[in-house]
């Protein structure tokens, strides 16, 4: 079991920047490979960025290239997300997850999660 708890979300301006984080516990963090997703009302879950467990490796959505990544730090067990420029459209519940996925297909699928955190809700104001 990995439990995972975000923290860092909020209110905030357009064009602000905020760095959301992950606290990974449990069986042994730094064995997956963890990811970051968003999910907007009434929008599916989109992904955002994921990280090989040794952190060598990182995938970002093309679409938000540029103005996000990620990165991972295992002594602390800590996952992060650096968001910057935000926009309005980037206003959503923004989830933390870990798969044992090794391959580009499977850390970056909703699908492929094998555990989530509950979520912290980042609110980009015009």
């Known amino acids: 079991q990995v439990q995972l708890v975000e923290s860092g979300g909020g209110l905030v301006q357009v064009g602000a920047s905020l760095r959301l984080s992950c606290a990974a516990s449990?069986?042994?963090?730094?064995?997956?490979?963890m990811a970051w997703f968003r999910q907007a009302p009434g929008k599916e879950r989109e992904f955002i960025a994921a990280?090989?467990?040794?952190?060598?490796?990182?995938y970002l959505s093309n679409s938000l290239k540029g103005r996000f990544s990620i990165s991972r730090d295992n002594v602390k067990n800590m996952i992060y997300l650096q968001m910057n420029s935000l926009k309005p459209e980037d206003t959503a519940l923004y989830l933390c997850?870990?798969?044992?996925?090794?391959?580009?297909?499977?850390?970056?699928?909703?699908?492929?999660?094998?555990?989530w955190g509950k979520g912290t809700l980042v609110t980009v104001s015009s």
């Open positions: 997850a870990a798969t044992t996925g090794t391959n580009r297909a499977s850390i970056t699928a909703v699908g492929t999660m094998n555990y």
């Open positions: 449990g069986r042994t963090p730094s064995n997956y490979a």
């Open positions: 990280i090989t467990g040794s952190g060598g490796f990182t």
